[in-house]
């Protein structure tokens, strides 16, 4: 029902539609003119006879609350993935959007937030930033507290895969020694880990006999920042048993026997910063990281190349594809060939001498044959 009133303050003429939601409540808005209120009238009325129709004082929820609702609900995520998802909220979202009532937050809203991202971020980050903004706004589609999510048709800016730093023996080398100490953990990363599995690994998972070691926890940053042991990125990261040379193992037993470590702590962790503490990873990749990197020749090197250079190599020395995505802790071995495996150059060289030798026309058969 359209009513139509006069407002007591200034003495205008506001138009109030009146309706009742599907449990029989009444709510209304006011207008500034009748044709207004008659058309929200009939789009209300629309909506609810395709059953598209949502409480609209639903949608006046804060975006900041609604934040807070959908980080509640993620239970299934890594404390590590919902930390980074509410840092890029508390610093990228809430402080342009997080007053806006959900309900209010047009496409063009969304695009303009996206659009001065890109003018300071990396185009993967933009990417990674536009994500969670819109699972945020995909929630509260969900939950019905709007018909649509603003997030449709945003123009993001062009991503173009990073091509990791295959490193070879000689490398891994220098890069070990220029780490110092805890060099060993260039070659467990070779070894196909991760860093967070890496900094987790204790004494009680190390088996000296069978020089082998089990993944089954890592390090990895929580809310704030701090770090925590956690579970494996994936069910596939538990790895029992992983086998090690005996090179690398020996490596481990000297880490112990410098600081006084072992069987007798078998929780004690293997890799510590120079006080004792755990790693932290800020802080490690800091001190120790950047410029070891930078002394071994590799100044753009992630930690993580290594474990492109583990799968790598694994299928340059024609590994079984299973065993390379076991060793590697993938759920999939289509994430082993199409991400963690790269052409490199001396393989490249391989391939094109087989096929030479395969194509190779009669008529220089011959002449390579009197050659030799």
Not at 97 to 121: E, I, M, Y
Not at 259 to 275: E, I, N
Not at 311 to 329: F, M, Y
Request: hydrophobic content about 40%; glycine content about 6%; charged content about 25%.
């Amino acid at each position: 029902m359209i009513e139509a009133r006069t407002r007591k303050r200034d003495g205008r003429r506001i138009y109030e539609v009146r309706i009742r939601d599907a449990t029989g409540r009444e709510y209304s808005r006011t207008f500034e003119t009748k044709k207004e209120a008659e058309a929200f009238q009939a789009a209300e009325r629309t909506s609810r006879n395709r059953g598209t129709w949502v409480d609209p004082r639903l949608a006046s929820v804060p975006l900041s609350k609604l934040a807070e609702q959908w980080l509640a609900a993620n239970t299934a995520k890594r404390p590590g993935s919902l930390a980074r998802d509410r840092s890029i909220l508390d610093n990228h979202v809430l402080p342009t959007l997080g007053a806006k009532p959900v309900g209010s937050v047009t496409r063009a809203d969304v695009q303009r937030l996206v659009t001065g991202w890109t003018t300071s971020h990396a185009p993967a980050s933009t990417t990674r930033m536009y994500a969670v903004l819109r699972a945020l706004f995909n929630f509260a589609e969900d939950s019905e507290l709007i018909p649509r999510s603003p997030c449709r048709r945003i123009r993001l800016p062009q991503t173009t895969p990073r091509t990791a730093e295959i490193l070879d023996a000689d490398g891994l080398a220098r890069l070990a020694d220029a780490v110092g100490a805890n060099g060993a953990m260039v070659y467990l990363g070779a070894f196909g880990l991760r860093w967070g599995e890496v900094a987790g690994l204790r004494v009680d998972r190390l088996d000296f006999l069978r020089q082998t070691i089990t993944i089954d926890s890592q390090r990895t940053r929580g809310l704030h920042g701090e770090m925590i042991d956690a579970d494996p990125k994936t069910k596939a990261g538990r790895r029992s048993s992983l086998a090690l040379p005996d090179w690398l193992m020996a490596m481990l037993a000297e880490i112990l026997a410098s600081r006084g470590v072992t069987a007798s702590t078998p929780d004690a962790l293997v890799f510590v910063s120079p006080d004792g503490a755990p790693l932290h990873y800020s802080n490690w990749r800091r001190r120790v990281w950047l410029p070891a990197r930078a002394a071994a020749g590799f100044p753009e090197l992630n930690f993580h190349d290594l474990k492109h250079t583990a799968g790598t190599a694994l299928l340059d020395e024609g590994i079984n594809i299973k065993v390379a995505q076991a060793r590697l802790g993938h759920a999939n071995p289509r994430t082993t060939l199409a991400v963690y495996a790269q052409a490199t150059a001396e393989a490249d060289r391989e391939a094109a001498n087989r096929l030479g030798e395969r194509f190779r026309p009669k008529a220089t058969r011959s002449s390579r044959s009197s050659n030799r």
